[in-house]
């Protein structure tokens, strides 16, 4: 099973998880294809956007493991 940690591309949770997209524009995340935020970690981008990066993680690892 693909989990995701602080240090997860969004690149490689895009291509495990593509799915997972919707979570991220809940967030503001809207450029999910953009170079920026393809080559960003989930940490950077959550701090980019002032989400509390643990609560994101453990919504989206919990996603990943529903599907």
């Not at 393809?38 to 643990?54: I, L, Q």
């Amino acid at each position: 099973m693909f989990e995701v940690t602080k240090e997860t591309v969004i690149a490689d949770i895009m291509a495990n998880a593509p799915d997972s997209v919707p979570l991220f524009q809940e967030i503001g995340m809207h450029c999910m294809g953009c170079a920026l935020a393809s080559g960003e970690n989930v940490e950077e981008a959550c701090n980019a956007h002032g989400v509390d990066v643990d609560a994101f993680i453990k919504k989206l690892n919990a996603f990943i493991a529903s599907r």
